[in-house]
């Protein structure tokens, strides 16, 4: 596939307002191993090859275990997630998959269980911002697999 628009240099300001998202969430108090996680499930539901690729490489960087990466598409078998981790998972793919099915009580009701008010609105955010990302890179086909993850140096 050929990328069909660097949305980066194409539109700074809009790259710009989409990393102002991203540090908010960053800034959220949510734990990254936690993100990393709902980044990469996202991704995988959207189809983002390029942000699949830097989330799953972010988070082994940052020690995640290749095994919960694995399982990540069938979490609900799984036993390796914390229950807060399938709360984020279920929230994750609810929001996700907004436009055909709906948010139902009982995913909203075990995610309060997990997160307090602003937890889950800043759970939310990260959601929001990585559907954001994936669209940006699915729609303008981003190049694949020349991603370094920063964090790599800092283990």
């Not at 240099?9 to 540090?23: G, I, N, R, V």
């Not at 799984?78 to 229950?83: H, V």
């Not at 889950?120 to 020349?146: H, K």
Request: proline share 3%; aromatic share 8%.
């Amino acid at each position: 596939m050929q990328q069909r628009i660097d949305y980066k240099f194409a539109s700074p300001e809009a790259f710009k307002a989409m990393l102002h998202t991203e540090h908010q969430v960053h800034r959220s108090g949510l734990e990254e191993s936690l993100l990393e996680l709902v980044k990469s499930r996202a991704s995988q539901l959207n189809g983002c090859a390029w942000c699949l690729d830097m989330h799953t490489k972010d988070a082994r960087a940052r020690g995640e275990t290749e095994q919960r990466l694995y399982l990540l598409p069938v979490w609900r078998d799984a036993a390796c997630y914390s229950d807060r981790e399938r709360a984020a998972l279920a929230w994750t793919e609810a929001v996700t998959l907004i436009a055909t099915e709906e948010v139902t009580d009982a995913v909203y009701a075990e995610a309060r269980r997990h997160f307090d008010e602003k937890a889950l609105v800043d759970l939310t955010l990260a959601i929001i911002a990585i559907n954001g990302w994936n669209r940006m890179n699915v729609a303008f086909r981003t190049p694949v697999g020349d991603y370094v993850s920063p964090h790599a140096a800092a283990r």
